[in-house]
């Protein structure tokens, strides 16, 4: 069974920083994009970021790009988020999801193409 466990949530400044981490378990993590996803109250749930499986190819949405870094340590089976420069529109629940195809050619960014969801991690960003 599949297990993707956020965490590294929680409050801070406009302009600060914080990384989220999401564990994986379950099938083999190195095969399989990953991806970074939020929903912000009363809006669709929407991509930020993602990465190959290799790691070698990253994809992110205009809203993040230059501050939002995704990073995975296949040793550990985990994906990364680092987010700097937050912004209250940034305060959203986050979500990492791994990707239903493996070893794909090209960085996955729809939701469709991603199967397994982590339960969310809250962050908020106070103006």
């Known amino acids: 069974q599949v297990q993707l466990i956020e965490s590294g949530g929680g409050l801070v400044q406009a302009g600060g920083s914080l990384r989220l981490s999401c564990a994986a378990s379950?099938?083999?993590?190195?095969?399989?994009?990953m991806g970074w996803f939020r929903q912000a109250p009363g809006k669709e749930r929407e991509f930020v970021a993602a990465?190959?499986?290799?790691?070698?190819?990253?994809s992110y949405a205009d809203s993040v790009k230059g501050r939002f870094t995704i990073s995975r340590d296949n040793a550990k089976n985990t994906v990364y988020l680092q987010m700097n420069s937050l912004k209250p529109e940034d305060t959203a629940l986050y979500y990492c999801?791994?990707?239903?195809?493996?070893?794909?050619?090209?960085?996955?960014?729809?939701?469709?193409?991603?199967?397994?969801w982590g339960q969310g991690t809250q962050v908020t960003v106070s103006s």
């Open positions: 379950g099938r083999t993590f190195s095969n399989y994009d």
């Open positions: 999801a791994t990707a239903r195809d493996s070893l794909t050619p090209n960085v996955r960014r729809r939701q469709n193409d991603y199967n397994y």
């Open positions: 990465i190959s499986w290799a790691g070698r190819r990253t």
